[in-house]
């Protein structure tokens, strides 16, 4: 079982940065793929970039590539989501989500979420 607790977002103007945090807690974060997903008002929920559980590979959503860096630390039980060179189209509410197998992809099954936390970039 895995609890997760998104922070870090705000409000900025577009071309500023932001970076979110993930806080887990269950004793098999370490071994947890984990993924961020946002939601933009009046859409679906879109992938935003995925994390395997000892950090050697990562997957992004083409939107965000090159411009958002996903990263864990399992002894702090954190991931993040550092976002550079945002854009009014990246205004969202920014999920955490964790699964107990080996997927970190937009079409793996997450077994866990956050609550969420707002962005909102101003143009």
């Known amino acids: 079982q895995v609890q997760l607790v998104e922070s870090g977002g705000g409000l900025v103007q577009a071309g500023g940065s932001l970076r979110l945090s993930c806080a887990a807690s269950?004793?098999?974060?370490?071994?947890?793929?984990m993924a961020w997903f946002r939601q933009a008002p009046g859409k679906g929920r879109e992938f935003v970039a995925g994390i395997n559980w000892s950090s050697g590979s990562t997957y992004y959503a083409d939107s965000v590539k090159g411009r958002f860096t996903i990263s864990r630390d399992n002894a702090k039980k954190t991931v993040y989501l550092q976002m550079n060179s945002l854009k009014p189209e990246d205004t969202a509410v920014y999920y955490c989500?964790?699964?107990?197998?080996?997927?970190?992809?937009?079409?793996?099954?997450?077994?866990?979420w956050g609550q969420g936390t707002q962005v909102t970039v101003s143009s």
């Open positions: 989500a964790a699964n107990d197998g080996y997927g970190y992809g937009p079409t793996t099954r997450y077994d866990y």
């Open positions: 269950g004793r098999t974060f370490s071994r947890s793929p």
